[in-house]
């Protein structure tokens, strides 16, 4: 039996929830976000996934990589891409359904640096605090998924995703984010999870690992996140798609400015995963936040990260897609 949280922001107030926006505003945002895909465009560098953009209906220029989107393709996506998620752990007591307005919760990442609980020190992380923090994490009932909280520095950032996993699957028996940076160590990572659930067809009946994939503000699409999408979509594996717009910075300093670029940036993602697999699994998700003009810094706890949360996960409801949010 999967996990089924509590409903938020239901009449019942048996969850948590707070509706930051109207009807009438998601629908201006909605708007406001089709007419940039349509006539701005955004920027994607894979010719892999311009490809597929092109023989979706997309208007591609090859030499630029600038992609103009139709409306037809971001509501067609919308409706193809699945409403429920189940993220299933090694353990099928473990697994969690990601829908409506049910609420779970995650441990965030990634860490770089921590105070020893031994020696007090401070230092950078390694493997084995990253295997520390994921048997933490699965420990506590209160966090329904598990997420790389630091990584593993004593090697190489080219395979530093590879321990990583490595880390994650041998300590956890909960579904667990990761982050692939790049396409190779995308089939290395699928590659593990296939050999511990059996076999490719069983990880598609249950898969045990999502991706983080990122879109680079403003409306770019690298093809370190494309091809992941692309890879994760047609291995049946949810692609968890995490715009870090900074308000102020790479978008406009309004909230519903950076909105509607946030919301360009995962919907076009959204896009490219139902033309790789019509039907494939994603998450609308969000680290935006502001950018603090005075210090050059971008303070997760500030209001505005909360308020653009709330904004983000009012607007997955909209799409009907399942949301996944950074805390303050």
Avoid: W
């Avoid at 300590?171 to 190779?184: L, M, P, Q, R, V």
């Avoid at 699928?190 to 249950?206: D, F, N, P, T, Y």
């Avoid at 910075?249 to 076009?268: D, F, I, K, R, Y």
């Amino acid at each position: 039996m999967a996990s089924r949280n509590l409903h938020a922001g239901t009449s019942c107030f048996n969850g948590l929830g707070l509706k930051m926006l109207t009807e009438d505003e998601l629908s201006t945002l909605h708007l406001a976000t089709l007419d940039v895909l349509r006539n701005t465009g955004i920027k994607v560098e894979s010719k892999q996934a311009q490809q597929l953009f092109a023989e979706g209906g997309a208007d591609v220029d090859f030499d630029s990589g600038l992609i103009k989107i139709p409306a037809y393709m971001i509501e067609d996506a919308v409706s193809s891409a699945p409403s429920s998620v189940r993220l299933a752990g090694r353990n099928r007591s473990r697994d969690f359904v990601v829908e409506g307005s049910r609420v779970g919760f995650v441990n965030f990442g990634e860490g770089v640096a921590i105070i020893d609980p031994v020696t007090r020190e401070y230092r950078k992380t390694y493997k084995r605090d990253v295997a520390n923090a994921a048997r933490l994490s699965d420990y506590l009932d209160e966090l329904d998924i598990n997420y790389r909280a630091v990584t593993s520095l004593d090697y190489d950032g080219k395979v530093q995703s590879l321990h990583n996993a490595e880390a994650m699957f041998l300590n956890t028996t909960k579904h667990f984010f990761i982050g692939a940076d790049g396409i190779e160590n995308c089939k290395k990572i699928i590659k593990m999870a296939s050999e511990v659930v059996g076999g490719r067809e069983e990880l598609m009946r249950r898969p045990i690992i999502s991706f983080n994939v990122c879109p680079t503000s403003p409306l770019r699409l690298i093809p370190d996140c494309t091809e992941v999408i692309i890879e994760a979509a047609r291995a049946g594996l949810p692609s968890n798609i995490i715009s870090m717009a900074l308000a102020g910075a790479t978008t406009p300093v309004t909230l519903a400015g950076t909105l509607v670029t946030h919301n360009a940036e995962v919907l076009s993602a959204v896009v490219l995963s139902q033309l790789a697999s019509k039907g494939a699994p994603v998450l609308y998700g969000s680290s935006t936040t502001m950018m603090d003009l005075r210090y050059s810094t971008t303070p997760v706890g500030a209001p505005e990260l909360g308020m653009i949360s709330a904004g983000v996960a009012n607007l997955a409801r909209y799409y009907m897609l399942p949301s996944f949010v950074a805390g303050g």
